[in-house]
């Protein structure tokens, strides 16, 4: 060997799905799951980037859904990327995600960036109806690997 560690990408692919609460508190239960889901596999999707944008789709499910029943989290490690899914009962569609952005959101209101975050820092997002409402996604791509001495 030459001394230098390439990282490998995953060849198989893996998945997780757990409801979640509709409340707040599935927020930081999402991050961790996502964290924890790439690092167990050594996944090379940015990890920082997925939990962020993880976040953004639990806090709107729980923020802009009726009801009270749980909402669900999709992670699927694929060799290209990763994935992730939030499942909501409202099949509404998500407002400025695949719609172009007429106006900017407003510098001082508190909301209003987080699907903008979604399409500007994944390499796709969409939603697609389900039997049970809808579900909103990203993908990440695996980040190239780094070499080490």
Known sequence: MNGLAVHERPTESASWRIALPHTAAAVPVARALVRSALAEVGHLAD??????????LVANAVEHTAGSGPIELVVELRPTGCQVEVHDPDPEPPGHLTRPVIEEPDPWQEGGRGLLLIRALSSSC?????????????????????RSA
Not at 47 to 56: G, K, R, V
Not at 127 to 132: Q, W
Request: overall charge neutral.
């Open 47 to 56: 990890c920082d980037t997925a939990e962020l944008l993880t976040a953004e």
């Open 126 to 146: 969409g939603h697609r109806p389900t039997s049970s409402g809808k579900a909103v996604w990203f993908r990440l791509p695996v980040v190239p690997a780094q």
